[in-house]
Every structure is written in C-alpha cells, then in structure tokens.
C-alpha cells in the first residue's frame, strides 16, 4: 500500500518505491511512504494564503469550538485507530496515551477558549498609561501570524505528536503542515484521511507529508513558526537552518534529554514512597518500551538505598513480558523498527563500558506471540554506575528504549548536582514525603527541567505520573532539552502570535481592542443595561448612578451584617500609626453599595452575576463622603448553546468605576454577568 500526501487540498501518492514501513511486531511489510516531488514553496503559499485568512478571520470562540468538534468527530471514532497502533510496537495502554491522550489535548484547547475574547485577537496584560491627564496609553494585542506552521515530530507518537501541535495552532488561528516520521506516519496518515473527511476544519488548514520531507524548510519566511519534535542532534541542525536564520522564523525544539527520578532519603524500604518510586520507573522504562522523550535515563538514588532499589526494580522488571500488545499478558511491546533496535543496543555497549549491566541482556530474552528475528524486540535493560561525577556518559548518551541507570548519592545537593548534570531535560521528578527536601530539590533543580513531579502517597492516586505532560501546561526544557516549549495552555497559543503594542487615546485603544479602555468615552443611553439583551450592549455604554454619601451608621450596620469588625472601621483610638485618617468604611461595604446603585432591580435580560474580577480599593471612604458609580459595558463574550433548548446568552463584563464627590476613583472592579440574547434561536 502506498501512503498519500495531502497537498493543497488533495491526496497524492508518493512518487517512486518510496520507503517501507515494517509491522514493529511480526515483521511483515505494510505500507511504503514517501515525498519526492512535493512543491514546499507552493505548499506554504496555499497555506498563507488560503488557510490562514480562513482562520485567522475566525474569533477565539469559534476556533475553539472548531476545536472542540474535532475532538468530539475523532472519540467517536479511536477505537479504529488501535489495531494501527499496535503495528508500531505499542501495547494498548501505550496506544491510550497516543490516541486517547492527543484526542484529550484536543478537549483541553477546545475548552481553553473560555480563557479569550471573542475576538480574532487577544488583548494581552493590562493598560499602561503614558501620560499624566490619562489622554495617552499604551496596551498589548496579539494577532495570529500570518504564516503557516512547519510541524516535525517524532515516531514515538503518531497521533499524540500531532494533535499536541496542532491544537495549540488551530486555536492560536495558524494552519500548519504536518510532517510526521516516515517510519510510523501510517498512523497519523489514518487519522488525518478521518480529519479532512470530517470536513471541520477550513480549506488550507491542514496538509500533511508522510516521507522524509528533506527541504521542507527551505520555503520559510518570517511570518511562519517551525515547531519540532525529536533528538537533540537533528534539533540542532534544524535550529540553524539558513531559510530560519535569514527570517528569524520562530523555532521551538522538544528534544529527548537524560531525565532524572530522585529517591528522596525519607523514602526508604516498607514506605509507600519507596513503592512508589520503583512502579514509576518500571513504569517509565517499559511504557512504550522506553520511547519517549520523558523517559527516566537516570535513576538517582541514597547511596545506602542503592542495593534495595536495585533488587526491587529487579523484580519487578523480570514481571514484564515482552511480545505482541494483543498477545495476553504482555506488558512491554516492540521499538518502532529493527534500525532502531540496532540503536538502541549500540548505545548500551557504550554504556556498559563504565557501567554494569545489573538487568537484562540485549540479546536473550523471550518474547511472546511472535519472535525476535520477526519483531523490534528488546529487552529491559537496568544499569549500575557507582561514580557518577567520573563516569559521564550516563549524562551524555541516550538508548532511546527501554534502558536506564541507576546512579548513587551521599546528600540532596549531590542529588541535584547529578540531576543537572543532563545539561537540561524535559522532567524530573522526585519521589518524597518530606516537604523540605522536596522544596529543597526543586529551587536547585528547576533551572535545569522543564518540569518537576513531586510526588508522594498523597497525590499517587491522581497522579498522572513522570512521563506525561500535561496539555495545559508546558512542555519542554533548557540545555540538551531544546529550550523550547509546546502546550502550555494560554502561553502556547501565544506562541503562534504577534504581540504588538498600541498607543494612543482611551476611546481610540477601546475601539480597537473592543475592551472598554478606563478614560475613554462612555456613552449614556436613556434605557439601562440591565434592561438590554446581548446584542443590544454597545461597548463603551455607561450608566451614571445616584450617589450615596456614606455614614458611621452604614458602617455599624455592615459590620453587624458581616461580622468584619477590622480596628480600622470600627476603633478609633487605633488608627494612630496608620495610613487612615479617621474610621475607614469598608472596601466591601463600598462595592456592596455600588452594586445598591447600579443594579436595575426589575426581571430582565440579565440572567445572574457569577464572578468580579480585578477589584481594587483604590482610596479610603470615610464618613460623610458621597460616592457615585460610573457603570461601564467593558467586554462582551459569546457563548454557544449546550443543549438545542439552552437559553442563547452571552457573557457580559462591566466595569464598576466608584468614585467620590471629587471625582476620584475609590475603587475599581469587573463584574461578569450572563446575558440573554434577543434572538433565541
């Protein structure tokens, strides 16, 4: 069978025998792949100019729930996707992690649109103001790139490596080219025939090269962002591309790294963290027979606690049967391909020749449901390194398998010292139940990792383990790690964006952002906004109150009511020393009573007030001071329906502006509250 390339809306076989893709388990040839021929440049230019206008013209909202379809079309549908995943050597669970944990990376980004405007763009941090009178400001938007993003990720994750990257982008309102390895891309070629089929995403958002892709960057302008996921050695090559150093085009790098599990030395034998620690690095070392960037390299340990670690791991390593994933008690399944498993056992000789072999042998071991001269077959492989500061190359080289080193420690700083010495690394973690060495390891550690699991008998019921990043938050790491970052929620997506700033008047910055900017104009309306449907709201939009000039009295009875008797409101003779001038109200009273002022009691259109954000007491309010609210239409936010019999509505958020007889603001806040539409359909 010949794998097709998706290339500007269309699927074309690759030209020539291309390359075989091999069953990891039995052997047998399944498909050939290949991308001689493909026009990057023509690629790139329908992405920009087709894709990318098609999604960027899209609000956050809509892209999220884009998103969110895809994700929902694609769960529907896994199970279908399994029975391929096992031809890459994954046993099911690895298999749920790939499909399951990409189509869940989906979910999380498609909900993550709550989080935006319902915008294009996303107004980023909070107003400076540049000037003395408030006429002159400056704020922060970022607006997708106009490119396409060159997605490169690695044969470990077929589905996952894609879906991860492409979430983030789809939100972000980028289209991207998928180039995942020629050696698994059968997978991904399956999901992404599902993907355009399902028609949910625009024309140009997706394209898909399934070979080598050799000169897939050479179309690359400065508008386009280079994400890549693989060794550290390509990364490097690949980072310094002359086409993505002429254009500073955008590059991120997740590479493999020698990450690191520490025992902390509370966590000793008959403890559950000491159970703990030797599951998860069985766990680590055998989940996807140790192909993964996440995999712990090094296992770091008490020196007195070396021998027991050691035995314990042991026997739970001659536990794991290897073999076919369908096969009945298989635990650990095959590397990707018969290359690779020559890799892997190059890199353990080098190695053993400064570290013992304590666990497993490279060549004789049994397999289950199929054989070693059929499969990508490899064995478990512990190894023991008593000098780890003389001994290096437990810190240098990677066997990208099932394959990992125990080193000895005599104190925590030692401990860390060692961890660091992987010159930076996807993740480490550390198995304790002593809060001060945990805290201790990670200040030293962090610098060095991406990521720090701390974890304990508390948290190991829900704990998602050392090898599993998490969709919102980020992933990579410094040094050898590659210095870059995918996912990670909110930031990720800004990674796929421009930040510019803007200057100028309030009303001019409230216009272009769609944000009511503080000082700009307000527009009073002879109806009140609570009387007002979605749609009718007009940003800027402003109801002046009736004032309230404060009393000893309301003070006294807001105290009695919330039982909040602070010195400052209610004792006088304590104010000496203080900031206050006399008995202060308070700030809750102050808020309290704005809401008094500018709610409209009637039933109408707004639904309920759910949340205030961004409150802030900005002078004191004393007795006999009057105080009004400026009332503000501030941001509107869409929401879709539910449930065909959900009530239409939208999220409205006001800006209350409470302010004195002078009329200086006493205190500042943003009320959110759910509106319903006029039109219910």
């Given amino acids: 069978m010949k794998l097709s390339n998706y290339i500007q809306g269309q699927w074309m076989e690759h030209e020539g025998e291309g390359i075989p893709q091999y069953d990891a388990i039995h052997g047998t040839l399944l498909s050939t792949c290949g991308s001689e021929g493909l026009d990057y440049k023509d690629m790139a230019h329908y992405a920009r100019t087709v894709g990318n206008p098609a999604l960027r013209n899209m609000t956050f909202q809509e892209r999220g729930r884009m998103v969110k379809a895809l994700a929902l079309y694609l769960s529907d549908i896994k199970k279908k996707y399994y029975p391929i995943s096992y031809q890459t050597g994954a046993t ?29 763009f996303y107004v980023d941090g909070e107003t400076v103001n540049l000037s003395k009178e408030n006429t002159f400001i400056g704020h922060h938007i970022m607006v997708p790139k106009a490119g396409v993003a060159i997605h490169i990720n690695a044969f470990n994750f077929p589905i996952w490596g894609m879906l991860e990257k492409l979430s983030v982008s789809l939100l972000a309102g980028v289209p991207a080219i998928v180039k995942p390895s020629e050696i698994t891309s059968y997978l991904t070629e399956a999901m992404v025939r599902d993907i355009i089929k399902s028609d949910i995403l625009p024309k140009g958002a997706l394209q898909l090269v399934c070979g080598k892709g050799i000169g897939i960057l050479d179309a690359v302008q400065s508008q386009d962002i280079v994400a890549f996921t693989g060794s550290a050695e390509t990364g490097k090559k690949l980072k310094t591309y002359p086409t993505i150093v002429e254009h500073s085009t955008a590059f991120t790098m997740e590479a493999d790294s020698l990450n690191a599990c520490i025992l902390g030395e509370d966590a000793v034998p008959g403890t559950a963290e000491f159970d703990l620690f030797v599951k998860e690095v069985r766990r680590e070392m055998t989940t996807k027979a140790g192909q993964k960037c996440t995999a712990i390299r090094r296992i770091i340990v008490p020196e007195n606690l070396v021998e027991d670690v050691q035995i314990a791991l042991g026997k739970q390593l001659s536990k794991v049967n290897i073999g076919d994933p369908q096969t009945e008690g298989v635990r650990m399944g095959a590397l990707v391909s018969k290359g690779q498993v020559e890799v892997v056992k190059e890199r353990v000789q080098q190695l053993a020749k400064n570290s013992e072999i304590v666990f497993g042998d490279v060549n004789n071991f049994e397999v289950h449901g199929s054989t070693k001269e059929k499969g990508a077959f490899i064995s478990p492989i512990l190894l023991r390194n008593d000098d780890p500061f003389k001994n290096q190359d437990t810190h240098n080289i990677e066997a990208f ?12 700083n030692e401990a860390i010292q060692i961890a660091n010495m992987g010159k930076g690394s996807l993740v480490s973690s550390i198995v304790t139940n002593d809060a001060k060495i945990a805290k201790n390891y990670v200040m030293g550690a962090a610098p060095y990792h991406g990521r720090v699991l701390v974890l304990n008998e508390a948290c190991a019921k829900e704990s998602t383990g050392h090898g599993s990043p998490m969709p919102l938050l980020s992933h990579g790491g410094p040094g050898r790690a590659g210095g870059g970052e995918e996912m990670g929620g909110i930031r990720g997506v800004k990674h796929y964006m421009q930040r510019t700033a803007i200057q100028g008047h309030p009303t001019m910055i409230t216009s272009l952002t769609n944000q009511y900017q503080y000082g700009g104009e307000q527009k009073e309306k002879e109806v009140h906004v609570f009387r007002k449907h979605f749609e009718e709201l007009e940003i800027g939009e402003t109801v002046i109150t009736a004032k309230h000039t404060v009393t000893v009295a309301d003070i006294v009875n807001f105290a009695n009511v919330s039982g909040d008797n602070f010195y400052a409101h209610m004792d006088e003779t304590s104010l000496e020393g203080t900031l206050f001038e006399g008995r202060v109200a308070h700030g809750y009273f102050v808020l309290a009573k704005a809401a008094g002022l500018f709610v409209d009691a009637k039933k109408g259109p707004v639904l309920l007030n759910y949340g205030i954000d961004e409150c802030r007491f900005t002078k004191p309010v004393y007795p006999g001071m009057t105080i009004g609210v400026r009332f503000t239409v501030k941001q509107k936010t869409d929401q879709e329906k539910r449930e065909p019999t959900d009530v239409a509505k939208g999220i409205v958020r006001f800006l209350v502006d409470v302010y004195d007889e002078t009329g200086e603001t006493v205190a500042l806040a943003t009320i959110l509250t759910m509106v319903k539409k006029l039109n219910q359909s």
């Fill in 401 to 412: 398998g099932p394959v990992s080193t125990i080193l000895p420690y005599k104190d925590l």
């Fill in 92 to 120: 099911k669970a690895d298999s749920w992690v790939d499909i399951d944990g990409g189509i869940g990376t989906l979910f999380a980004y498609g909900s993550l649109r709550k989080k935006f405007p319902d915008e294009p």
